[in-house]
């Protein structure tokens, strides 16, 4: 059990278990009771969870094909969750060109998601910036850019009052 995040109204947790086999997106109660699986994935590489404003779904960064990392969403009631994020490659798409969309949070009111964003594969010596993070519209799928951090941008994490965005970075 790792990543644990706590619902906005504090009775819940959402965290990554692979109690089940593989690396699974999972919720319980904030004494550890009640656990309940939401994705069940054999394959299962589920990252970062986060909540949305209202408690009602867990947003995670979930490993597709080709190594990429896309944004899923998941009501607590159960489902098969929601892809947010869809970069579409195919088996041709050179890694270098391949989307990566990691570390999810919703504005305080649910109409933004923001996470970080990298294009390409790792590879050592890479000139940075390799990740920015983004601000994406939930009604009409609009992607901004919002950062320039000459040493990348990630881990997106909004302030209670939505007024601010603080992530990390690498400077110097």
Same mark, same amino acid.
């Given at each position: 059990?790792?990543? &644990?995040?706590?619902?906005?109204?504090?009775?819940?947790? /959402? +965290?990554?278990?692979?109690?089940? %086999?593989?690396?699974?997106?999972?919720?319980?109660?904030?004494?550890?009771?009640?656990?309940?699986?939401?994705?069940?994935?054999?394959?299962?590489?589920?990252?970062?969870?986060?909540?949305?404003?209202?408690?009602?779904?867990?947003?995670?960064?979930?490993?597709? /094909?080709?190594?990429?990392?896309?944004?899923?969403?998941?009501?607590?009631?159960?489902?098969?969750?929601?892809?947010?994020?869809?970069?579409? &490659?195919?088996?041709?798409?050179?890694?270098?060109?391949?989307?990566?969309?990691?570390?999810?949070?919703? $504005? /305080?009111?649910?109409?933004?998601?923001? +996470? /970080?964003?990298?294009? %390409?594969? +790792? $590879?050592?010596?890479?000139?940075? &910036?390799?990740?920015?993070?983004?601000?994406?519209?939930?009604?009409?799928?609009?992607?901004?850019?919002?950062?320039?951090?000459?040493?990348?941008?990630?881990?997106?994490?909004?302030? &209670?009052? %939505?007024?601010?965005?603080?992530?990390?970075?690498?400077?110097?």
């Amino acid at each position: 059990d790792s990543q &644990p995040s706590v619902s906005p109204d504090g009775t819940k947790i /959402a +965290f990554v278990s692979d109690r089940d %086999g593989s690396e699974n997106l999972w919720i319980c109660n904030l004494d550890g009771s009640e656990p309940k699986q939401l994705s069940k994935d054999p394959q299962g590489d589920f990252e970062s969870p986060s909540w949305t404003p209202d408690g009602d779904y867990v947003l995670v960064s979930r490993r597709q /094909a080709n190594t990429l990392h896309e944004v899923w969403m998941y009501n607590i009631q159960g489902g098969s969750g929601v892809q947010v994020t869809k970069s579409s &490659p195919t088996a041709t798409t050179p890694p270098q060109q391949r989307v990566r969309a990691l570390g999810v949070v919703a $504005s /305080a009111d649910g109409k933004y998601f923001y +996470f /970080a964003r990298r294009t %390409g594969n +790792f $590879s050592y010596n890479t000139t940075f &910036p390799i990740w920015q993070v983004v601000r994406r519209d939930r009604v009409t799928g609009d992607e901004d850019v919002i950062t320039s951090a000459p040493g990348s941008a990630f881990r997106p994490v909004v302030s &209670p009052d %939505g007024s601010k965005l603080v992530f990390g970075t690498r400077q110097d």
